[in-house]
């Protein structure tokens, strides 16, 4: 069975701390590793890492795909309170493009 | 922001009930999802579809059904609603080659009384 594991599930940290969330899988017929943001809604996207793209970053946030170990990892540098959210990693894959989610990471950032 | 739409956006029913919450996209994408989110479960797939009628079940697929009999509506339905199934319930959207994973709805917030 498919499985994504999220560690930790919660972190609370100081306004320009850096942090490191986790992501590792289980899964048949990886296609991508996704990373979205959810606040008080929807989630929103943040990264896809797939074979061919294994690093991505996006101002102070970038995160890595280690298809070796199956896992990935989102670090954000110079916290800010307005990254207090929740942190959901999820994997797209098989035959009929199957997303599922981790339990996600709550990030909160104090002042 | 993806042309994705839920309908109704606050439901309260009660329990027995049939209760149907319905996807509206107008991005043409092939993949839609239906997840329900829980305090301390993420998002969790109830049901997915990868084309017209083409359905699969998720991980927590007991007491859902689902139908898509065109591209753009895919329809969540509970057969009789529980008080478990007290939820917030996101639809997703997707298409391959896109590069983004995948486009949420604004969600539905379902009581069950």
């Known amino acids: 069975e498919d499985k994504v594991v999220q560690s930790p599930l919660s972190l609370v940290v100081h306004e320009g701390d850096t942090v490191t969330l986790n992501c590792s899988y289980e899964?048949?017929?990886?296609?991508?590793l996704l990373w979205y943001k959810q606040e008080k809604k929807a989630p929103t996207f943040l990264f896809m890492l797939?074979?061919?793209?294994i690093e991505k970053k996006s101002g102070r946030l970038s995160s890595i795909l280690d298809k070796k170990e199956l896992s990935s990892i989102l670090n954000i540098t110079a916290t800010q309170t307005g990254d207090s959210a929740i942190y959901l990693c999820?994997?797209?894959?098989?035959?009929?493009?199957?997303?599922?989610f981790g339990t996600g990471t709550l990030l909160a950032v104090q002042p | 922001d993806a042309g994705i739409t839920q309908s109704p956006r606050h439901k309260v029913t009660e329990t027995g009930t049939p209760v149907t919450l319905r996807c509206h996209q107008t991005?043409?994408?092939?993949?839609m999802y239906w997840y329900r989110q829980d305090p301390g479960h993420g998002l969790r797939l109830i049901h997915y579809s990868y084309g017209v009628k083409d359905t699969d079940k998720g991980e927590v697929s007991d007491g859902y059904s689902v139908s898509r009999s065109k591209t753009e509506d895919f329809l969540l339905t509970l057969e009789s609603a529980t008080s478990s199934q007290t939820s917030v319930y996101f639809c997703?959207?997707?298409?391959?080659?896109?590069?983004?994973?995948?486009?949420f709805g604004q969600g539905t917030r379902l009581t069950v009384v």
């Open positions: 997703a959207i997707s298409e391959l080659g896109g590069g983004y994973g995948a486009f």
């Open positions: 797939t074979s061919s793209g």
């Open positions: 991005e043409n994408h092939r993949y």
């Open positions: 899964v048949t017929n990886f296609r991508s």
């Open positions: 999820a994997f797209q894959g098989g035959a009929t493009n199957k997303l599922i």
